[in-house]
Protein backbone atom coordinates (compact mmCIF):
# COMPACT_ATOMS: atom_id res chain seq x y z
CA UNK A 1 0.00 0.00 0.00
CA UNK A 2 0.99 3.38 -1.40
CA UNK A 3 -0.34 6.71 0.17
CA UNK A 4 0.07 9.33 -3.09
CA UNK A 5 -1.06 12.73 -2.14
CA UNK A 6 -2.21 14.19 -5.32
CA UNK A 7 -4.08 10.93 -6.19
CA UNK A 8 -7.95 11.07 -7.51
CA UNK A 9 -8.58 8.10 -6.79
CA UNK A 10 -7.40 4.23 -5.70
CA UNK A 11 -5.97 2.29 -8.56
CA UNK A 12 -3.45 -0.74 -8.64
CA UNK A 13 0.35 -0.10 -10.12
CA UNK A 14 1.37 -3.62 -11.57
CA UNK A 15 4.79 -2.63 -12.83
CA UNK A 16 7.28 -5.05 -10.42
CA UNK A 17 5.52 -5.97 -7.89
CA UNK A 18 1.42 -4.49 -7.48
CA UNK A 19 1.05 -1.63 -5.38
CA UNK A 20 -2.42 -0.51 -4.28
CA UNK A 21 -2.14 3.26 -4.49
CA UNK A 22 -4.49 5.55 -1.98
CA UNK A 23 -5.51 8.98 -2.28
CA UNK A 24 -3.90 10.68 1.40
CA UNK A 25 -7.45 12.64 0.79
CA UNK A 26 -9.74 9.05 1.08
CA UNK A 27 -7.20 8.12 3.79
CA UNK A 28 -8.09 10.54 6.26
CA UNK A 29 -11.29 11.52 5.80
CA UNK A 30 -12.99 7.96 5.04
CA UNK A 31 -14.31 5.54 7.77
CA UNK A 32 -12.21 2.42 8.49
CA UNK A 33 -15.69 0.03 7.72
CA UNK A 34 -15.81 1.87 4.43
CA UNK A 35 -12.07 0.32 3.21
CA UNK A 36 -13.98 -3.72 2.43
CA UNK A 37 -15.63 -2.59 -0.72
CA UNK A 38 -12.84 -0.52 -2.62
CA UNK A 39 -10.00 -2.81 -1.56
CA UNK A 40 -12.12 -5.53 -2.81
CA UNK A 41 -12.86 -3.90 -6.20
CA UNK A 42 -8.79 -3.11 -6.81
CA UNK A 43 -7.71 -6.79 -5.37
CA UNK A 44 -10.59 -7.88 -7.92
CA UNK A 45 -8.62 -6.38 -10.69
CA UNK A 46 -5.14 -8.37 -9.46
CA UNK A 47 -7.30 -11.66 -9.23
CA UNK A 48 -8.36 -11.02 -12.57
CA UNK A 49 -5.03 -10.13 -13.86
CA UNK A 50 -6.18 -6.94 -15.62
CA UNK A 51 -2.82 -5.62 -15.64
CA UNK A 52 -1.90 -8.64 -18.57
CA UNK A 53 -5.37 -7.15 -20.63
CA UNK A 54 -3.52 -3.45 -19.98
CA UNK A 55 -0.47 -4.38 -21.20
CA UNK A 56 -2.27 -5.93 -24.49
CA UNK A 57 -3.80 -2.93 -24.90
CA UNK A 58 -0.50 -0.75 -24.81
CA UNK A 59 1.02 -2.89 -27.44
CA UNK A 60 -1.86 -3.23 -29.62
CA UNK A 61 -2.01 0.61 -29.61
CA UNK A 62 1.58 0.68 -30.87
CA UNK A 63 0.58 -1.15 -33.90
CA UNK A 64 -3.25 0.30 -34.07
CA UNK A 65 -3.00 3.72 -32.56
CA UNK A 66 -4.20 4.84 -35.80
CA UNK A 67 -7.64 2.77 -35.84
CA UNK A 68 -10.92 4.00 -34.32
CA UNK A 69 -11.86 0.22 -33.26
CA UNK A 70 -8.79 -0.20 -31.13
CA UNK A 71 -9.71 3.38 -29.18
CA UNK A 72 -13.77 1.85 -29.00
CA UNK A 73 -12.47 -1.77 -28.22
CA UNK A 74 -10.06 -0.37 -25.46
CA UNK A 75 -12.49 1.90 -23.88
CA UNK A 76 -14.86 -0.80 -23.76
CA UNK A 77 -12.74 -3.32 -22.30
CA UNK A 78 -12.00 -0.83 -19.70
CA UNK A 79 -15.54 -0.56 -18.43
CA UNK A 80 -16.00 -3.97 -18.71
CA UNK A 81 -13.58 -4.97 -16.78
CA UNK A 82 -14.75 -1.74 -14.08
CA UNK A 83 -18.29 -3.71 -13.99
CA UNK A 84 -16.30 -6.68 -13.58
CA UNK A 85 -14.75 -6.12 -10.29
CA UNK A 86 -17.97 -4.34 -9.11
CA UNK A 87 -19.81 -7.21 -9.33
CA UNK A 88 -17.02 -9.47 -7.72
CA UNK A 89 -17.52 -6.98 -4.74
CA UNK A 90 -21.14 -7.28 -4.69
CA UNK A 91 -21.00 -11.19 -4.75
CA UNK A 92 -18.25 -11.00 -2.17
CA UNK A 93 -19.41 -8.84 0.22
CA UNK A 94 -23.58 -8.84 -0.22
CA UNK A 95 -24.43 -6.51 2.86
CA UNK A 96 -21.65 -4.02 1.83
CA UNK A 97 -23.42 -3.03 -1.28
CA UNK A 98 -25.02 0.35 -0.22
CA UNK A 99 -22.01 1.35 1.56
CA UNK A 100 -19.45 0.47 -1.59
CA UNK A 101 -22.40 2.54 -3.32
CA UNK A 102 -22.33 5.52 -1.21
CA UNK A 103 -18.14 5.53 -1.37
CA UNK A 104 -18.03 5.41 -5.33
CA UNK A 105 -20.82 8.39 -5.47
CA UNK A 106 -18.24 10.03 -3.02
CA UNK A 107 -15.67 9.41 -4.67
CA UNK A 108 -16.63 10.74 -8.05
CA UNK A 109 -18.67 13.87 -6.50
CA UNK A 110 -15.27 15.06 -5.08
CA UNK A 111 -13.81 14.48 -8.64
CA UNK A 112 -15.86 16.61 -9.89
CA UNK A 113 -15.13 19.64 -7.87
CA UNK A 114 -11.46 18.78 -8.84
CA UNK A 115 -8.95 18.55 -11.44
CA UNK A 116 -8.17 15.41 -13.08
CA UNK A 117 -5.18 14.11 -11.26
CA UNK A 118 -4.04 10.88 -13.04
CA UNK A 119 -4.48 9.80 -16.33
CA UNK A 120 -6.25 6.30 -15.13
CA UNK A 121 -9.17 6.80 -13.07
CA UNK A 122 -11.02 3.93 -13.11
CA UNK A 123 -14.63 5.70 -11.90
CA UNK A 124 -14.39 8.43 -14.02
CA UNK A 125 -16.42 8.23 -17.01
CA UNK A 126 -19.36 9.32 -18.31
CA UNK A 127 -22.87 9.93 -16.57
CA UNK A 128 -24.39 7.26 -18.33
CA UNK A 129 -21.73 4.59 -17.16
CA UNK A 130 -21.41 5.61 -13.40
CA UNK A 131 -25.19 5.46 -13.33
CA UNK A 132 -25.01 1.71 -14.72
CA UNK A 133 -22.66 1.13 -12.65
CA UNK A 134 -24.47 1.86 -9.19
CA UNK A 135 -27.47 0.91 -10.62
CA UNK A 136 -25.63 -2.72 -10.95
CA UNK A 137 -24.20 -2.42 -7.72
CA UNK A 138 -27.66 -1.50 -6.01
CA UNK A 139 -30.28 -3.90 -7.84
CA UNK A 140 -28.48 -6.68 -10.25
CA UNK A 141 -27.11 -9.53 -9.80
CA UNK A 142 -24.49 -9.89 -12.32
CA UNK A 143 -21.81 -12.66 -13.45
CA UNK A 144 -18.06 -11.94 -12.51
CA UNK A 145 -16.40 -13.56 -15.49
CA UNK A 146 -16.91 -13.56 -19.15
CA UNK A 147 -19.65 -16.13 -20.21
CA UNK A 148 -18.32 -18.06 -23.04
CA UNK A 149 -20.51 -16.84 -25.93
CA UNK A 150 -18.75 -13.28 -24.91
CA UNK A 151 -15.12 -15.00 -24.76
CA UNK A 152 -16.21 -16.28 -28.39
CA UNK A 153 -17.38 -12.72 -29.62
CA UNK A 154 -14.06 -11.31 -27.63
CA UNK A 155 -11.58 -13.96 -29.74
CA UNK A 156 -13.96 -12.90 -32.87
CA UNK A 157 -13.30 -9.28 -32.91
CA UNK A 158 -9.60 -9.88 -32.40
CA UNK A 159 -9.38 -11.97 -35.24
CA UNK A 160 -11.11 -9.57 -37.98
CA UNK A 161 -9.15 -6.54 -36.16
CA UNK A 162 -5.83 -7.93 -37.01
CA UNK A 163 -4.84 -6.47 -40.07
CA UNK A 164 -1.83 -8.76 -40.55
CA UNK A 165 -4.25 -11.61 -40.40
CA UNK A 166 -6.31 -10.04 -44.04
CA UNK A 167 -6.11 -12.32 -46.93
CA UNK A 168 -4.00 -9.42 -48.83
CA UNK A 169 -1.69 -11.05 -51.17
CA UNK A 170 2.04 -9.83 -52.43
CA UNK A 171 2.19 -8.81 -55.54
CA UNK A 172 5.61 -8.51 -57.34
CA UNK A 173 6.45 -6.47 -59.95
CA UNK A 174 8.69 -7.96 -62.96
CA UNK A 175 9.86 -5.35 -65.42
Not at 69 to 87: H, S
Request: proline share 7%; glycine share 4%; net charge positive.
Amino acid sequence: LLVVEDLGTPLLWCLGTPQLLLPARLVKTLPFDRWRGILTHELAHLRRRDQWVCRLELAAGLIWWWNPLYWLTRARLDAEAELACDAWVVWALPKDRLSYAEVLFDICSTLSLARPMAPSLGVAGSGRFFERRLTMILHNNVPRRLSPLGLVAACLLVLFALPSWSAAKLVSFDP
